[in-house]
């Protein structure tokens, strides 16, 4: 079992930047694939972006598309931590922001269902 807090939320300019924490409780962080995701107010939960674990010398890593080039997720599994920087920040961006952990073997990382672990949420408001 593993226990997620996130941290780094706020408010932001557009065009400014801001790096997300996931810190996660237990000692087999590096087993877990990791996931960010986002719900904005009236809309569903979407996928932003998704590492794998360890075990390879470079993790696989996967971005949504609106995301693509301006996030970049990384892990510290020596911290038991996940991280999403985010630059160029857009007022779309604003959302409340999860991490989210699987120990799926083979997870399809775009699907909140493949999540078992879940963070509360940190807000992230881009203004205009």
């Known amino acids: 079992q593993v226990q997620l807090v996130e941290s780094g939320g706020g408010l932001v300019q557009a065009g400014g930047s801001l790096r997300l924490s996931c810190a996660a409780s237990?000692?087999?962080?590096?087993?877990?694939?990791m996931g960010w995701f986002r719900q904005a107010p009236g809309k569903e939960r979407e996928f932003v972006a998704a590492?794998?674990?360890?075990?390879?010398?470079?993790?696989?890593?996967d971005y949504a598309d609106s995301v693509k080039g301006r996030f970049t997720i990384s892990r510290d599994n020596a911290k038991n931590t996940l991280y999403l920087q985010m630059n160029s920040l857009k007022p779309d961006d604003t959302a409340v922001y999860y991490c989210?952990?699987?120990?799926?073997?083979?997870?399809?990382?775009?699907?909140?269902?493949?999540?078992?672990?879940w963070g509360q949420g940190t807000q992230v408001t881009v203004s205009s």
């Open positions: 989210a952990a699987t120990q799926a073997s083979d997870p399809a990382l775009r699907r909140p269902s493949e999540y078992r672990y």
């Open positions: 237990g000692r087999t962080f590096s087993n877990y694939a």
């Open positions: 590492i794998k674990s360890s075990g390879i010398a470079t993790y696989y890593k």
